[in-house]
Structure formats: C-alpha cells, structure tokens
C-alpha cells in the first residue's frame, strides 16, 4: 500500500560502510564492543581458543606439532620418515604406516610443523569410528588429479578433490558429505574453494546419503585405497574427527578459531565474532543495524521504493552529485533512490 509512509536509505549500505561504523565505533571508545587478538567482539566475549577435546563427540586428533603424542616437543628432524602419527583425543586411534616407501615424511618448521604425503599413507586399523564431522588443516602442492585426504577401505567415505581441481568434491554419496552436507573453508560457510601452496581449515559435516553413513572400520590418511593415484600432494597439520550428531554452530565456529589462531590461518571467527580486517559476517552487520534501530528492508519494500508512487516506467537518471570514490548513487529515480547497484543492503527503521 503506498499510502503508508516508508522511510529507505538512498543507497544500499556495502561492507565499507559496516567497517567504517565498527572503526568509529572503536576509535570513539565505545563500551559495549572491543578489539581482541584482531578481532571485534562484544565486550564480555572471550576469544581465548577452546581445546578440542573440551567439546562433546572428539574420537580422533592428530596434531603435527606432537607426532608422538607425548605433549612435548617433537624431537623429530626435517625429512624424518614417520611410521606413527599418535591419537591425542585418549582413544589411541593411532595412524601407522609399516612400508617405508609409503610413509609420509616428517617437516620441521618452528612454528607450523606438518607431515607431507606424496603418494604415501597412514592407516588406521579397526577404529570403528563414526564421523559426523571432521575438520583438516592441509595445504596442497598441485591442482592436477582426484586428491584424497581421508578414504576408507575398500573405498568411499573420501574427503578429497574434484578431478583437476582446487575445489573438494560433493554431490556424490561416494563423499563423506554425499549430496547435502556441506564444507566450510577458513570458516566461510557453504564453501568448497582452495588455492594451491596456500595452508586452509576445511570442516566437512556428514551428508545424509553418504555410503556408510560416516562408519570408517578403517580409514586412509593421505591416500585412496581403491586408488593409489588419487592419493594427496601436499601437507596435513591436523586432523580432528566428531561423533556427536549434530555439533552447535557456535562449537563448529570455536574449533574453526582455534585451528586458525593455532596455524596463522586468517579467516574464522571465534563464535560472536563481529568483525575482522574487511571481513564483516551477517551476524555482524545485524548487531550493527540492530544499534541504530534498523533492520534489512524486504524485497517488497525495496521494489515499492524504486517505483515509488508513479506506476508504469521509473524516470532513471544519473546524479550530477556523487559521493566518491565508489560512485553513491549510480543511477537513481526521480524519488531519488538507488537503482542500479545489485549489491549492499537497503535498510528501513523498526
């Protein structure tokens, strides 16, 4: 009804705006929000990582920075073939390898220590364990072939590329994700994407129609066991498995925080996280509206505001006056109202 009054910003407001009000917000001394280990957060948050063995279901962990799992420095040298890569979680579910030629070799960094697999395994034997969700810190050296992290024997279960591709494989009930799970990269939701030579956290929640439905008797860490050439180029820093059914999104958020901040992997954000750098997720720009008493308009609203009250063509025209350097408006109706950008938010009073 366009009787009703309606009050829209002229513009829709794109992620510059939403940091320019967290950067003033913090450089005025605001008391309801701060900036903790790079991050804004509300002022009664904790940032500090949560462990992983802190949260409910935890059935695998396996942490290049302690191979032999004795919760001191590794005293493994660069190059150093590994034949047990240790279960941290107190189920010795350990990883093992036998076959020298298939062990993976043992990267020293003081501070990012990994093992490196090409075209070399672990296995573990008879674990019986039934993932829900895994979370992986890799980096990978190619983009050519399938490239496997995680199989079962005989096969299926795998977490691991699309052919030819930096992107993880899903859609398939062979994939641990099957058709309708889902992965998230550095904390991105419903993402697949990596890029090559560059360290990422990737969680993996098990899909409905995956064959198996999540039981591995055994699995393959670094290779395909119905494949051998399938198996990963690159490096694994740690490996996390759950069994609990469904893990919160606030817990699927902490485990992702710690990988991060443990690893040097910009990304996640530690649950009611508001911003960090250019990053500003949804829930962060909706404490913002929420402030100033403000809400995203609706697709109704929106349109209702580009007509205006003149049915038939909108009169379009492009503003003398714009503000720089970005262009707000592009192109606007005669009730002065953006029309042409697709992106940014429209914005209406509660």
Do not use: C
Not at 155 to 161: L, V
Not at 268 to 274: A, F, H, I, V
Request: charged residues 20%; proline residues 5%.
């Amino acid at each position: 009804n366009n009787a009703t009054p309606l009050t829209i910003n002229r513009f829709p407001l794109e992620n510059d705006d939403f940091l320019a009000a967290y950067r003033y917000l913090l450089a005025t001394g605001d008391t309801e929000i701060k900036l903790e280990r790079g991050v804004v957060v509300p002022i009664d948050a904790n940032t500090t990582p949560q462990l992983p063995n802190t949260i409910t279901g935890l059935k695998l962990w396996l942490d290049a920075s302690d191979v032999d799992g004795n919760g001191q420095p590794d005293t493994l040298v660069d190059d150093d073939l590994v034949s047990v890569w240790k279960d941290i979680s107190g189920n010795e579910f350990n990883a093992t390898q036998t076959d020298d030629s298939k062990k993976p070799v043992y990267f020293y960094d003081p501070k990012f220590p990994s093992l490196r697999f090409n075209a070399s395994f672990l296995d573990l034997s008879s674990v019986n364990i039934n993932a829900k969700h895994i979370f992986i810190v890799a980096k990978t050296w190619e983009s050519n072939r399938y490239k496997t992290i995680i199989s079962r024997n005989p096969s299926h279960g795998w977490i691991r590329t699309f052919a030819n591709s930096l992107n993880f494989e899903y859609g398939h009930v062979h994939d641990f994700v099957g058709t309708d799970g889902n992965y998230r990269v550095n904390g991105t939701p419903n993402s697949n994407k990596t890029s090559n030579h560059t360290k990422f956290i990737l969680s993996a929640s098990l899909g409905s129609d995956s064959i198996g439905m999540g039981s591995y008797q055994n699995m393959i860490i670094g290779g395909d066991y119905s494949a051998g050439s399938n198996h990963w180029n690159g490096e694994i820093y740690e490996i996390l498995i759950y069994d609990q059914t469904s893990l919160f999104g606030f817990e699927i958020k902490n485990i992702e925080w710690y990988l991060g901040q443990k690893w040097g992997i910009n990304g996640p954000l530690p649950n009611q996280g508001l911003a960090r750098k250019k990053l500003i997720p949804w829930s962060g720009k909706e404490y913002l509206l929420k402030r100033m008493n403000l809400r995203h308009a609706t697709a109704l609203e929106i349109s209702r505001a580009k007509k205006g009250t003149t049915p038939g063509t909108v009169n379009q025209f492009t503003p003398d006056f714009q503000i720089k350097p970005g262009g707000d408006p592009e192109k606007i109706n005669e009730f002065t109202i953006e029309t042409k950008k697709t992106g940014g938010m429209f914005v209406v009073p509660i």
